[in-house]
């Protein structure tokens, strides 16, 4: 099995291990884990067989939006992703539909519940949770609507400490232990009810919206008011096997590894340099995967540099101005080729590289998961947006529009707060922004005394630092959030290490010459492993370039309010210590490029719509003999015809417009579905079977 017994983060709580089976197969997994979570625990990625070209299926976004994964449970097709594993559950995999039975069993067909209410939120991330809190304490009856088991959407995806804002955004705490403040904020509200496991459908023209509620029973709400902070969904690109299992997105591994603790790889690459990507790298590691490499196709990365600098203090090569080439393997992921690309972003032939490994994360961003708000602003509803769902951005900013959106409501109603929504636009504009360049900082110190040492180098909102030192002896410039954090000096440093273990970059290091100029004691944070490291345990203290060497573990401390980040004092020589950044537990080991994989790819080789197997060269195709409708190209291609209803295709068939130099403004958007998910009908027309009469 490959589940995680041990993290440096996550508790690893007692799980009922109970059997079903698999193709026939007897296998074990853990009460209410999902169909595709104990699937790779038992190692088995290959979930199916695409009906029209016999190609394996695995997942892909693990987040219910794009029906990769799906299989037969009990005899009905379902989301392996979105479907709870039961006791003794047959599941088979997945080769187009099953045979319908020759004599169904007779039904009877019923009205759904309907039910009104002031505000409904759809979605119970950050911005939806946030917003639902606002609402709850003016007293409005609220319902709160999520498709997953539990709060906090991807927060609950994220072990490591936010930044932004400790007051406002709870910066310095992990997305994990924020998801359960909000959560536990809202649940405390006795006018906000919560259905969890519950997924909205459809909204529609006469202002009701259809809920599957505990993915049983469904249901039509009818709101005043209705907000929706549905989230986003990955984007993907277009390359040679990228539908292979094992290429699949970063939230997806986060999904995997870190909500239901599987070791979902052993060597993994990384596509995208933003914080997604950079992230999720260092959330591999702490699971004890090896990361083999992660590419960037700009000449810097995009996310934060302290989790660049992250990566590459524990030996992950990152190359910038490159691009994916090809996913190589046949049933499933086996190495990735990368090459480097011009200023036009093509690949320069002849430097092409390929990296064993048999996981590809996608990191390349995200797309918003709008389709509710548009349709509502159709049908004339009196709908607000926040989040993501709204625009792209960090947890942090998605906790302020949550809180705006909810303001904007209230004063539609006529509901006065305390609030002052102008502030919570700029602090939002703040959080939103792109980080900047990094700035030339002198790091060079005194050698005497105690103090902290800030290798944090590029201006993006952040204060913990500040907000946690007992002498109120850290500051930033004019007290800016987003400028860096010095150590005044106006008096001594105690030594606490709260400065250390609250940073969000593990960027700060503690100082100590003291006791021996010559061989200062450096503190560092660790968030490695679960063990606390003892006395005269061998560390390799690292700079942000190089291994400075092998040392011995002086002192370890935890403290109290930071119960994961270990503080691990070292001894060192001077010269080391002026260099000395952070720590790393294993020497760096390179993986070296393989044999060039030798195929030759056309369009007719890369799939652009997962869930009909249309090829990038069969829409070139109908695009230059002069098709410009998306409808049109449904029609002839079948492309967003399947399960998910274009979700995943549409974007990237208008970048194939694009570069055939058609215009957005000229295309025909296509039709979308009534229904945004997909729903069984008997579900949908509330049948039962009929009793028969004795």
Known sequence: MENITSHPILEIPERKKITFSFDGKKLSGYEGMVISSALFLNKIKVFGHHVKDSSPQGIFCANGQCSQCNVIANGIPVKACMTPLIEDMII??????????????????????????????????????????????????????DDKDRFGGKLVLQTHKFFGSQEDVYAGKRGIDIAKILGQSVLSLKNVQVWLNSVCLAVFSDGYVGILKNNKEYVLVKPKYLLVATGAREKMLIFPGNTLPGVYGAGAFQTLVNRDLIRAAEKTFIVGGGNVGLIAGYHAIQAGIEVVGLIEAM???????????????????????????????????????????????????GNEKTFTCDTILIAVGLNPVNEFYQKAMEYGLKVWVAGDAQEIAEASAAIFTGKIEALKILKEIGIKTEEDLKTLKKFYEIMKAKPPPPVDIDFSHKEEGIFPVFYCNQEIPCNPCTTVCPNEQIETIDDLITQLPYFKDEQECIG????????????????????DKNNPFITFPLELTANKLEKDHKIIVVNNDQELGEFKVHRTRILKEFPKTQLITVKLPSEIAKQAVAIKLVESTYSEPT????????????????????????????????????????????????????????????????????????????????????????????????????
């Open 299 to 349: 000449p810097q990365c995009g996310g934060y540099k302290v989790h660049e600098d992250k990566l590459r203090r524990l030996g992950v090569p990152i190359f910038t101005n490159h691009t994916i080439i090809s996913a190589n393997g046949y049933n499933k992921v086996e190495s990735i080729t990368i090459a480097q690309i011009d200023e036009k972003f093509k690949a320069i032939s």
């Open 496 to 515: 606490c290490g709260k400065c250390v273990a609250v940073c969000p970059g593990l960027a700060v290091v503690l100082k100590d010459y003291r006791k």
């Open 92 to 145: 088979k995999s997945c080769n187009g539909l099953p045979e319908l039975p020759v004599e169904d069993k007779p039904v009877s067909v019923g009205d759904s519940e309907i039910i009104n209410l002031e505000v409904l939120v759809i979605g119970a991330g950050p911005a939806g949770l946030s917003a639902t809190k606002i609402l709850g304490e003016s007293k409005l009856n609220v319902l709160l609507v």
């Open 595 to 694: 044999e060039i994989y030798q195929r030759d790819f056309t369009d007719d080789d890369i799939i652009i719509c997962r869930c009909e197997r249309v090829s990038v060269g069969e829409i070139r195709k109908w695009i230059r003999s002069g098709v410009k409708d998306f409808n049109e190209l449904k029609a002839l291609t079948k492309i967003g015809m399947g399960a998910c209803g274009g979700k995943t295709c549409t974007p990237l068939i208008n970048r194939v417009f694009q570069e055939e130099g058609i215009s957005i403004d000229d295309i025909t958007s296509g039709t979308k579905r009534p229904l945004f998910m997909e729903v069984p009908m008997g579900i949908f027309a509330l049948a039962k079977e009929k009793k028969e009469r004795k």
